[in-house]
């Protein structure tokens, strides 16, 4: 039979807590991402000190770089899409203002009802509102030249 002969230095201790805490923070910053309320929470509630519990949250709402950069994808693209389909359509207006701005207030109204996580939603609402942006932006821009 084979012994296990286990450390006791303070150095070992140190190391093995340091990689306890970066798994447990791990694990509960990808159980919140995926939705897994229950495992988030009891894995915060779990946490052997207070400060470790602070530390997962502080993680969770940072958030991840690929969520900013999505929100900010969607705020250009919607952007972008707004202007170009007011030009594609020839550039109506009705009252002084875009119909086609509509659609970007109806991709805000879907992100701040959807049941989605807080990153989607943020993209929905930005680029629904960079969308309206766009479309309003180009209809000044460009105006349509009256028929005599």
């Given at each position: 039979?084979?012994?296990k002969y286990y450390s006791t230095s303070s150095g070992d201790v140190l190391a093995s807590a340091n990689r306890s805490l970066g798994t447990t923070m791990k694990t509960a910053v990808a159980t919140y991402y995926q939705g897994q309320d229950m495992?988030?929470?009891?894995?915060i509630r779990e946490a052997a000190t207070?400060?470790?519990?602070t530390d997962i949250v502080?993680?969770?709402?940072?958030?991840?770089?690929?969520?900013?950069?999505?929100v900010g994808a969607s705020a250009a693209?919607?952007?972008?899409?707004?202007?170009?389909?007011?030009?594609?359509?020839?550039?109506?207006?009705?009252?002084?203002?875009s119909p086609v701005g509509g659609l970007g207030l109806l991709t805000m109204a879907a992100g701040l009802a959807a049941p989605l996580g807080l990153p989607a939603r943020a993209a929905l609402v930005?680029?629904?509102?960079?969308?309206l942006a766009g479309a309003q932006l180009?209809?000044?821009?460009?105006p349509k030249e009256v028929s005599p």
């Open positions: 039979m084979r012994q495992e988030t929470a009891q894995t207070v400060s470790e519990a502080r993680a969770m709402r940072q958030g991840r770089a690929i969520d900013t950069l999505m693209s919607g952007a972008v899409a707004g202007a170009l389909l007011q030009r594609t359509l020839g550039n109506p207006t009705m009252f002084g203002a930005a680029g629904g509102a960079t969308y180009y209809s000044h821009l460009f």
